[in-house]
């Protein structure tokens, strides 16, 4: 709970990013980590005090150390596995301005690690939603998801299958076994054929390398 207080505090975060990734990368591991009831409990109380919604903005930030623990907040408070109530969680993210659009982005990053837990997040956000449907066809991500499922790393290729039969209304939430495989996505690069997908304009090409595990060493990236 004091991550919690931490990143909903009234000090602005974005005068002190470190201390707010910490505490997002606190959260994470402890929702990853803990038994059903603990973490629903901890899902709660992150929804109430508006944690999700500074998550979606997180998830924005230029800084690989704020937005990979970002993402993998949400991709454990979105799934039944984590919090039965996830349902109210995904509406959150949903109705934030750029919550899903925020998350589709990080699809099109160079850093293996940001692609696994934005294929995680939208592995448990997708539905058949018409918007959904129409923003990832706009922007390249259904073509993206597509060449991610060929990426030769078996948890990004599983998370981007689930999302595009997710997309056809069969719904499939990661599994708890399946958070952690995210989470410790390697630094491996992508299989070539990840890397000729449409890129959302204006984006460019990121330098930086992953780190392995839920350490959010990257100091910087897409």
């Known amino acids: 709970m004091e991550a919690i207080r931490t990143l909903c505090s009234p000090h602005p975060w974005e005068e002190d990013p470190a201390v707010f990734a910490s505490a997002l990368g606190q959260l994470a591991e402890v929702a990853a980590m803990a038994d059903l009831e603990d973490a629903s409990k901890l899902s709660k109380a992150a929804r109430e005090a508006g944690a999700l919604q500074l998550c979606c903005d997180a998830v924005r930030h230029e800084s690989a150390r704020v937005h990979q623990p970002a993402l993998a907040v949400l991709v454990c408070f979105t799934t039944t596995e984590v919090d039965p109530d996830a349902h109210l969680n995904r509406a959150i993210v949903s109705a934030h301005p750029r919550g899903f ?95 000729r997908s449409a890129r959302p304009p204006g984006r460019s090409s990121c330098a930086i390398c992953a780190t392995s595990g839920a350490s959010w060493a990257c100091s910087s990236g897409a």
Do not use: K, Y
């Open 101 to 195: 659009e925020g998350v589709v982005e990080r699809l099109f990053s160079d850093v293996p690690l940001t692609v696994a837990l934005a294929c995680g997040a939208l592995q448990n956000l997708c539905r058949s939603d018409v918007a959904h449907v129409a923003m990832l066809s706009t922007c390249g991500g259904t073509e993206r998801l597509r060449s991610l499922t060929m990426c030769g790393q078996d948890g990004i290729a599983v998370a981007a299958n689930a999302c595009l039969t997710n997309l056809l209304g069969w719904h499939r939430a990661a599994s708890r076994v399946q958070l952690r495989s995210l989470i410790a996505t390697d630094d491996r690069p992508l299989h070539a054929s990840a890397h």
